[in-house]
């Protein structure tokens, strides 16, 4: 088979396409992987800049779906089933060997590349929303980065939820277009929490979703928390925008408002057991297939290129179903 490996730090050009050996196990579940997602975590990753640190040589890549190859008796799972896999790192190869905690059952409905593109930040979304912010019907929910995998995730979950979503993007392209992901009101980031307040009044935010951080010349946290109703929270989920920000605590304590992590990785990888029950959860809610960006399966930098580039709307994956230009 061949696999996608981070040989460096420098960035996507550090990912190299190479010949390796397929992956073995009598405990594992072997899937043959027909698409992939790619994350701004794997962009980080390329860069040494993500909080998991690996030495290199090693396969990236945390989501994927495709067909089980083989599986062990009591596992659950039946060669040619069609599955989706969650892991902590390795879904960039054409095969995976994956625990069968962390193999998921793919709806008969649902493609490949939207199998891959549902994983990791539908239940990043679910987990944010459900079990850190206790999100309940009826409330405000704003999203930072919305024309994003993880945005447009929290948007689509946000309707489902029974919550009013608010979409702040960054150029009017992802603003209309988390308007069509469902987004109830949508806002340019410049200048985002007076266009709010000029719509839904001061502090009439329940949950803000934010996976962006600060970004040079923007104070995006202490906005979010101006902008947040009585007992609202933050919800932090990455630094897209390059900086984490800094929060003066006395703000939470005259606001009675919260800022709490969501880091479903690590918290999963304690609690393997909960990937299924995340993943039942989700496909109960009947929430719309993820739009997708798809590249040929050999070729990531192709695909990292075009998220560190901002362009994506939606959630990049790698596919096998889709050919090379020319």
């Known amino acids: 088979m061949h696999a996608h490996k981070i040989t460096g730090f420098t960035g996507p050009e550090d990912v190299v396409w190479e010949a390796a050996e397929e992956p073995s196990g009598a405990d594992a579940v072997l899937v043959d992987v027909v698409a992939a997602g790619v994350s701004f975590a794997d962009l980080l990753q390329t860069r040494g800049q993500y909080q998991m640190k690996v030495d290199v040589p090693y396969v990236p890549g945390m989501d994927a779906a495709g067909v089980v190859r083989s599986a062990p008796a009591g596992s659950g799972f039946s060669a040619g089933q069609r599955v989706a896999v969650l892991l902590s790192r390795g879904c960039w190869q054409e095969v995976v060997a994956a625990p069968a905690a962390r193999v998921l059952p793919l709806p008969d409905q649902m493609s490949f590349e939207a199998g891959a593109a549902s994983v990791l930040n539908y239940l990043t979304a679910l987990f944010a929303l459900v079990r850190r912010g206790r999100a309940t019907a009826g409330e405000t929910l704003l999203v930072h980065g919305a024309a994003g995998g993880v945005g447009t995730a929290a948007i689509q979950l946000g309707r489902a939820l029974g919550l009013r979503t608010v979409a702040v993007a960054g150029d009017e392209a992802k603003r209309d277009f988390a308007l069509r992901c469902g987004a109830d009101h949508a806002f340019l980031a410049e200048g985002w929490l007076a266009a709010v307040r000029g719509v839904l009044g001061e502090r009439s935010v329940d949950i803000v979703l934010d996976p962006v951080g600060s970004s040079p010349g923007s104070d995006r946290m202490t906005d979010s928390l101006r902008s947040l109703a009585p007992e609202g929270r933050v919800l932090v989920v990455g630094f897209a925008g390059g900086e984490i920000p800094v929060v003066k605590v006395n703000r939470l304590l005259l606001g009675n408002t919260g800022v709490l992590g969501v880091a479903i990785r690590e918290f999963l990888d304690g609690r393997p057991e909960l990937v ?30 075009f998220v560190a580039d901002r362009k994506a709307l939606g959630k990049v994956v790698l596919s096998r179903q889709v050919s090379p230009a020319g």
């Open 276 to 305: 299924g029950s995340l993943w039942s959860e989700l496909v109960g809610l009947g929430v719309a297939e993820p739009p997708v960006v798809a590249f040929p399966f050999a070729d990531a930098r192709g695909a990292l290129r």
